[in-house]
């Protein structure tokens, strides 16, 4: 699994005009998911999202996690996450997992991550053409791939 993780002020995502998941202060989460990710990916990365100290302290030093502050997360899948661009201009997505294996890793990692942070967290729609709004702040973003456990 391949995440990007944007620390936010605040995170929208928007379906055919319908506003389907939003959050204030915490984490905007894109997912993306590939055959070779088991469950293991998932405990792994959800431990890492929800425990990752990226949210200032009292002396604006980033010390906090997102449990510290009380914040909230938004996950969005994005099958682009897995991208290839090394052959020519147009990305191959060959790396992407099909709904088939991509939508059960989803859905457990939302109920992974909602029961690590202790709350019900945001999602976009998986596969849906989704708007994403977002106000980074920071900006604070970081890339984690779980292959790599970096």
């Known amino acids: 699994m391949r995440i990007v993780i944007q620390r936010v002020s605040e995170a ?7 506003v ?11 997912v993306g ?5 088991t469950d293991e990916d998932i405990t792994w990365l959800s431990n890492k999202i ?9 002396e604006g030093v ?10 909230e997360i938004l996950l969005v899948s994005q099958f682009t996450l897995h991208a290839n661009t090394k052959k020519g201009n147009r990305p191959s997505y060959i790396k992407a ?10 859905e457990e ?6 029961t690590d942070l202790g709350k019900k967290i945001q999602t976009g729609i998986f596969g849906a053409d989704m708007k994403v ?18």
Do not use: H
């Open 50 to 58: 929800v425990n990752l100290r990226i949210f200032d302290d009292a």
């Open 109 to 114: 990692m939302i109920r992974q991550l909602e």
């Open 12 to 18: 929208s995502v928007t379906i055919e005009g319908s």
């Open 62 to 71: 980033m010390n906090l996690g997102i449990k510290d502050v009380d914040g």
């Open 133 to 150: 709004r977002l106000l980074n702040d920071g900006p604070v973003t970081i890339l984690i791939d779980s292959k790599n456990k970096e």
């Open 20 to 30: 389907t998941g939003a959050i204030q202060k915490g984490l905007l989460v894109l």
């Open 97 to 106: 997992s099909k709904p088939g294996i991509a939508i059960p890793m989803y």
């Open 33 to 37: 998911i590939e055959d070779a990710d």
